[in-house]
């Protein structure tokens, strides 16, 4: 069933006070409210298609029959649900389920963060899934409706791994697919495109894990290339090493343009922080320049970027409604650029 909600709508479906609705524990006050209360909700990817705002998040589910674990095996997540908005502080609809689990071929479980984009009015949705061996590997799906229903491929992409698929068209219409998470997104048992089932998170002095880009074929079904690493570096032109782990990628690619620049962006997973790095290209590389968000309620953080109207916004999830990691809750905030184009970090909480 579709269901539309307003903030206004959870604030008067509930007697809770600010800090039922989860100030932090130093007492501070969260600057956006959850867009949606009557599911949990993470992950978003955000897009205008034909000056509406459509957010592809990850459905969170409560799966007391798996058991926490470093792997994020209770992360048991099984559809997508689409919502959609025409403006910023506008009524939130949830367009119901865009695709199941359950309708995917080649899937076994856990269907986490996605992402979309449109060509030629075909809606993609790209989703990583564990296959039947459980090694996750990254999904697309198409519609003619950016809500969905979406129909899966039968097959995953070939090529394609790990989890945290993000696509970018660029302005001379080519498209790329990025993707990469280590600890349970598994980036840790790739190297150099084969899978070892023992691959090892890296030590503290070694080279840190890098996310993965290919561009897709003009089927946007495909790789057009083999997958290579993306790199990201400091200030000096040196990769970061797996002690820099309040800087170095984990996971959660975002890629978007401002000023001709390309600015991506990712979280440092167990440091908690979104941060960014700017490139000239789509390949990169992109140079570190901060972070975008610190870290807020909950263990993980991930995000998008998008331009509405005349302004940039930032839209990032917590757990102000459950207080649990796996239980999460997607926001938004404005997001403004200094005049040296550098982003101003957004602050979640007062």
Known sequence: ??????????????????????????????????????????????????????????????????????????????????????????????????????????AGRQLWAPDATVKNGIYYLYFPVKDKEDIFRIGVATSKSPTGPFKAEPEPIKGSYSIDPTVFQDSDGKAYLYFGGIWGGQLQRWDNNKYNPKGALKQKDEVAYLPRIARLSADMKSFAEPVRDVQILDKNGKPFLEKDNDKRFFEAAWLHKYKGKYYFSYSTGDTHNLCYAIGDNPYGPFTYQGVVLKPVLGWTNHHSIVQVGSKWYLFYHDTQLSGKTHLRNVKVAELTYNPDGTIRPVEAYN
Do not use: C
């Open 1 to 106: 069933m579709q269901r539309v909600f307003t903030i206004l709508t959870l604030v008067a479906l509930t007697s809770f006070s600010l800090t039922a609705l989860g100030q932090t524990s130093a007492g501070k006050t969260p600057v956006s409210q959850p867009l949606v209360s009557h599911m949990y909700t993470a992950d978003p990817s955000a897009h205008v298609f034909n000056g509406k705002i459509y957010i592809y998040p990850s459905h969170d589910i409560d799966a007391k029959d798996v058991k926490e674990d470093d792997e994020g095996g209770h992360f048991a997540m099984r559809d997508y649900h689409v919502l959609s908005m025409d403006k910023i502080g506008g009524p939130v609809k949830d367009n119901g389920v865009a695709l199941d689990i359950k309708d995917i071929p080649w």
